[in-house]
């Protein structure tokens, strides 16, 4: 949580139009909340958020724009990337 919350005043306010989504804020919390945990290096991390960028750009292609009344929130969807970890 302390994460998602400096993501929220930093305002990562990045945009990707295949999902029309803010990915950013949500990665980077889910990936600094495990870094000390499994130890992650700062390419491992940079890493992560790339990969959970471009899984989230797949999705919105995918998806559409119709996923944002079934899917929910971008949070949601990190708590489930995260497990991929």
Do not use: F
Not at 20 to 30: D, R
Not at 44 to 52: F, Y
């Amino acid at each position: 949580m302390q994460y998602a919350c400096q993501a929220g005043i930093l305002d990562y306010d990045d945009y990707e139009s295949a999902g029309s989504s803010h990915p950013s804020a949500p990665i980077i919390s889910a990936i600094l909340a495990l870094a000390p945990q499994l130890n992650l290096r700062l390419i491992d991390i940079l890493e992560a958020w790339v990969v959970g960028y471009e899984i989230i750009i797949r999705m919105g292609e995918a998806l559409g724009y119709g996923h944002y009344e079934k899917v929910g929130t971008p949070p949601l969807l990190m708590d489930q990337l995260v497990r991929l970890l």
